[in-house]
């Protein structure tokens, strides 16, 4: 998956492309504070280095493409909301982008955070 072949040649898209179209889909949803990482290594390593795909796996399954988001959700929206929303704008970016259909996209919850109201 990710490969093309045409008259002129072969296009191949990178799982970090992809990821980084995620990336910029979900910091524009509502209610997205931030990504987390996706373990304690991807923590460890989004600290020292800056990389954009931070908080998102891509994996291509034969002719499918699966993306998980694992986000920080602004306190006092609706979890569920903001799930359905991340995952919507996630999935139209990433199949305008590549013209490919994604087949899931897995939002993960990580954590709430509350803004200042001061």
Same mark, same amino acid.
């Given at each position: 998956?990710?490969?093309?072949?045409?008259? &002129?040649?072969? #296009? /191949? +898209? %990178?799982?970090?492309?992809?990821?980084?179209?995620? $990336?910029?889909? =979900? &910091?524009?949803? $509502?209610?997205? +504070?931030? &990504?987390?990482?996706?373990?304690?290594?991807?923590? #460890?390593?989004? %600290?020292?280095?800056?990389?954009? %795909?931070?908080?998102?796996?891509?994996? $291509? &399954?034969?002719?499918?493409? /699966?993306?998980? +988001?694992?986000?920080i959700v602004e306190f006092g929206t609706r979890i569920n909301a903001?799930?359905?929303?991340?995952?919507? =704008?996630?999935?139209?970016?990433v199949e305008k982008a590549l013209g490919l259909k994604v087949s =899931?996209?897995?939002?993960?919850?990580?954590?709430?955070? #509350?803004?200042? =109201?001061?």
């Amino acid at each position: 998956m990710g490969e093309e072949t045409t008259s &002129l040649g072969g #296009i /191949h +898209v %990178s799982p970090n492309a992809v990821a980084t179209i995620a $990336y910029h889909a =979900t &910091l524009q949803s $509502y209610g997205v +504070v931030g &990504l987390a990482p996706k373990n304690l290594a991807d923590g #460890i390593v989004s %600290s020292i280095t800056r990389e954009p %795909s931070r908080g998102i796996s891509v994996r $291509y &399954l034969e002719d499918e493409i /699966h993306i998980d +988001v694992h986000v920080i959700v602004e306190f006092g929206t609706r979890i569920n909301a903001v799930a359905e929303s991340v995952a919507n =704008t996630v999935r139209f970016h990433v199949e305008k982008a590549l013209g490919l259909k994604v087949s =899931t996209v897995n939002v993960h919850v990580a954590g709430l955070r #509350i803004s200042n =109201t001061d």
